[in-house]
Nanobody, 124 residues
Framework: QVQLVESGGGLVQAGGSLRLSCVVSGRTFRNYVMGWFRQAPAKEREFVAT????????YYADSVKGRFTISRDNVENTAYLQMNSLKPEDTALYYC?????????????????WGQGTQVTVSS
């Protein structure tokens, strides 16, 4: 059983920063491609960022490119999402997800395991 636990969300003013963490337990973390997704109220869940097994490849949604950075620590079994220059439109429930098949992906259907989410609220 793979478990993902997110943390680091909170309330921040526009222009501020937050760092989300996702601790993975139960299986070998380095075997999973990791992704971050988010869901704003009354909207569908959307892709934010993904990172390959060895962290050499990353992809970002256009809306966060240049402001967010995804990373991973294969020793600490943790994925991170550093969020800078936050905007009110970044307000959402942020989920991390793990993909057991090869290759990064922006498609949530390709991710097998999901965390419960951590709330990020950006005030204007």
């Amino acid at each position: 059983q793979v478990q993902l636990v997110e943390s680091g969300g909170g309330l921040v003013q526009a222009g501020g920063s937050l760092r989300l963490s996702c601790v993975v337990s139960g299986r070998t973390f380095r075997n999973y491609v990791m992704g971050w997704f988010r869901q704003a109220p009354a909207k569908e869940r959307e892709f934010v960022a993904t990172i390959s097994l060895n962290a050499r490849t990353t992809y970002y949604a256009d809306s966060v490119k240049g402001r967010f950075t995804i990373s991973r620590d294969n020793v600490e079994n943790t994925a991170y999402l550093q969020m800078n220059s936050l905007k009110p439109e970044d307000t959402a429930l942020y989920y991390c997800a793990a993909k057991s098949t090869y290759g990064t992906s922006k498609l949530e259907d390709e991710y097998t395991y999901w965390g419960q989410g951590t709330q990020v609220t950006v005030s204007s």
